[in-house]
């Protein structure tokens, strides 16, 4: 078993699976027998190897190819130096073995065409952090119960809800809505229910937090994310933000067409750790789109309209360095959605305008200092 915080603390845990099987096999074939892999009796036995060394040691014993990304690892408490101490599985089907090893950790996993891949359950992605111990109890908690076919469950489950939603008698709402939703786990039920009521739902140590599904995509928005895509699609661009970030991306029919094709087809975004909203900024920046924040995610739309934006060939790239974007205005509308709105420093009153300049010569200045201070 894996080592948590003492030695009464265990849990179970592991990395990656791939078939050893010839190169001129068609990724159809070599899924089927991956899935074959899954379902035969298997044998596990690890002792004190950390995470990293687990992963290679399955392999040898199981002749699968198991990965594990980075973006999965990163949410494991300590990451790959997690320690397991002693892991002895026999005669059981390496399906229910996955199950066993990474459940506990808050993973499910995923075949692929020559793999099977660990990743983070819809929880712990949401959440986007390694999880406290408390928090990992209360995910396998939610994956034990069925609240929508158990009343007990379900009385159980609400003295662990924490409401920061707008609804009066949240909890008579949320309940029907889970009664409604039936069989299926406690995550499952959850989700289904607060889908239905535009909410969203994360865990918070031994507490479940339900708010409106705006607040969560604004929050997800706010975490830092790293890109690095060159001259590639700008749909794929976009996608790959929302993808880091963990939210749903969507463009209005046809807007992308609009414009020129050097934007279309070879658009650049390359960033470490900056918030996601900001580098949506900067693609509604260079390329003059605009965008909400939805129930359901992220917007791209035509701040000008589609009738009068001009054929792409006639369209414009937005001014660039000498007018940028210096603030951004987010204004909440009645039907749940946020409209964000972009200002240009030609836009800026003059008085606002001169102290931007003065507050940027002063941290210029202060930079400089330190930078000064920092030379022998």
Same mark, same amino acid.
């Given at each position: ?7 009464g603390?265990?849990?179970?845990? /592991?990395?990656?699976? *791939? ?20 379902? &035969? ?16 040691l ?10 594990? #990304? ?19 599985? &026999? ?13 506990p ?27 406290? /111990? ?8 939610? *994956? ?9 469950a ?16 949240? /909890? ?9 939703? +039936?069989?299926?786990? +406690?995550? &499952? ?9 535009g909410?969203? /739902? ?5 507490r ?33 933000? +929302? ?75 937005? #001014? *660039? ?10 204004? #909440?509308?009645?039907? *749940? ?11 800026? #009153? ?22 000064g201070?920092?030379?022998p």
């Amino acid at each position: 078993m894996m080592n948590g915080r003492t030695a009464g603390r265990t849990l179970v845990c /592991w990395v990656g699976v *791939g078939l050893g099987v010839t190169a001129a096999a068609s990724a159809q074939s070599t899924r089927a027998l991956i899935e074959q892999a899954l379902d &035969e009796p298997t044998k596990i036995t690890l002792k004190n190897v950390n995470l990293g060394e687990a992963v290679h040691l399955l392999e040898d014993q199981t002749g699968v190819r198991i990965v594990m #990304p980075n973006t999965a690892m990163r949410l494991v408490l300590h990451g790959e130096k997690t320690r397991v101490q002693e892991v002895v599985l &026999e005669n059981m089907p390496l399906r229910r073995a996955l199950d066993e090893l990474f459940s506990p950790l808050g993973m499910t996993f995923a075949v692929r065409d020559d793999h099977v891949e660990i990743v983070p359950t819809p929880a712990l992605r949401q959440l986007g952090r390694p999880p406290s /111990w408390a928090e990992l109890d209360t995910l396998v908690y939610l *994956g034990g119960i069925e609240p929508g076919n158990d009343s007990a469950a379900l009385k159980a489950l609400g003295q662990r809800l924490q409401f920061q939603v707008p609804v009066r008698d949240a /909890w008579e709402v949320l309940s029907e809505a889970i009664r409604n939703v +039936g069989a299926g786990s +406690g995550d &499952e039920a959850l989700t289904l229910a607060c889908r239905n009521l535009g909410w969203s /739902w994360s865990i918070l140590e031994d507490r479940i937090v339900l708010s409106p599904m705006q607040e969560r995509i604004l929050q997800q928005l706010r975490r830092p994310i790293s890109i690095r895509l060159n001259n590639r699609p700008l749909h794929d661009v976009m996608q790959a933000v +929302g993808q880091a970030a963990n939210v749903r991306v969507r463009v209005e029919s046809g807007l992308l067409s609009s414009l020129p094709l050097t934007v279309q087809r070879n658009f650049s975004v390359n960033t470490r750790n900056q918030p996601a909203d900001q580098v949506l900024d900067s693609i509604a920046a260079y390329t003059g789109l605009g965008y909400l924040i939805e129930p359901e995610g992220i917007l791209f739309y035509d701040p000008a309209g589609v009738a009068t934006r001009p054929p792409a060939d006639e369209v414009k790239l937005p #001014p *660039g360095l000498d007018d940028p974007y210096v603030a951004k205005i987010a204004i #909440p509308l009645e039907d *749940g959605r946020t409209i964000e709105w972009l200002i240009r420093r030609s836009e800026l #009153p003059p008085d606002l305008r001169e102290r931007r300049e003065r507050d940027l010569a002063a941290f210029f200045e202060a930079v400089r200092r330190v930078d000064g201070a920092d030379e022998p």
